[in-house]
């Protein structure tokens, strides 16, 4: 049972994920690196379960992720306990760790967070990562919330949609020339799969996807001669201005998301590449399962910031 679990052992166990190795937990909790490792050896054997991973830095096993869960959670309560009752030392603001992907934070989540009252004391940390990935960091519980791409719940929090973010091709107007200009069907598909690209990261497949996307019929069907992915000739830009930027500089072309993409097509600096075609991906909100008004009133935040710079819904 998680309540008949050491607290003394629990906590050292979080240390040791937060401070990445033995020495380093040891410093923070004021003992000796034996005694840090014997407290986790001794809630590895009472769980009858490998909690860490001893690599450099430690990582959590999927049993060590549930167990750090509970200590992140067990913190914060006391926390709350401790305000409740008016104990010394707990002035502090509640402090939330929120996991995010690039285009929302660059788009409409900072304006999400400036709707949450001032009155209500918060110290955001928010942690950039893709949103087909941000899911990891709560299971993890190296997070509380995070916009999300998975309609499945992380064990242990509550998810609820946000909208889709709509991302469209374009390019610069002399890239899009030299390279799509006047090429329909077939020879549009092509020209995607060679002109260069411009990708967040490695991770970033959303180019990639979208050439697929056009290698299929009007039922859907793959054609089985078209293109695979993307242009192996891409660059990595890993900021979602820098990345606006890269595509309207002409380095190649790239998905932006409908929203930021706007004052630039306006202004003549992007133009749109395959005009009918975009991809939409669902966000959706997830949250520990936690009774804590700070992420209450965060995530009636975002949700209400979503529904104004969102399209409606999940993507089918």
């Known amino acids: 049972m998680m309540t008949d679990l050491p607290l003394d052992q629990v906590r050292t166990l979080l240390t040791v994920v937060d401070e990445g190795t033995f020495d380093a937990a040891a410093a923070v909790l004021h003992v000796t690196p034996s005694a840090v490792s014997q407290r986790v050896k001794a809630l590895e054997q009472r769980t009858g379960r490998v909690l860490l991973m001893r690599t450099k830095p430690v990582r959590p096993t999927e049993s060590g992720e549930a167990v750090v869960r509970f200590a992140r959670q067990l913190a914060r309560l006391e926390r709350d306990t401790r305000a409740e009752l008016g104990m010394s030392g707990t002035e502090e603001p509640a402090r939330l760790s929120i996991a995010v992907n690039a285009d929302s934070l660059a788009t409409w989540f900072l304006p999400a967070l400036s709707r949450v009252s001032e009155d209500l004391p918060v110290c955001y940390e928010l942690r950039r990562e893709d949103q087909d990935h941000t899911a990891a960091l709560l299971r993890e519980g190296l997070v509380m919330a995070a916009v999300t791409s998975s309609p499945d719940a992380v064990t242990g929090c509550s998810v609820r949609s946000l909208g889709r973010m709509r991302y469209v091709p374009v390019a610069a107007p002399a890239f899009a020339a030299r390279w799509f200009e006047e090429r329909p069907g077939p020879a549009l598909r092509d020209a995607f799969a060679v002109a260069p690209v411009v990708t967040f990261d490695r991770r970033d497949d959303i180019q990639d996807a979208f050439v697929r996307t056009l290698a299929r019929g009007s039922d859907g069907a793959r054609n089985a001669h078209g293109p695979r992915g993307a242009s192996a ?64 009133a965060v995530a009636e935040a975002v949700s209400a910031e979503a529904a104004e710079a969102l399209d409606a819904g999940p993507a089918a």
């Open 233 to 296: 000739v891409r660059h990595l830009v890993p900021t979602s201005e820098g990345f606006v930027e890269a595509v309207a500089a002409g380095m190649g072309w790239g998905m932006v998301p409908e929203v930021q993409a706007a004052p630039l097509l306006g202004a003549g600096r992007l133009v749109r590449l395959a005009a009918d075609r975009q991809i939409d991906v669902p966000l959706f909100w997830q949250q520990w399962k936690l009774d804590f008004p700070a992420l209450a």
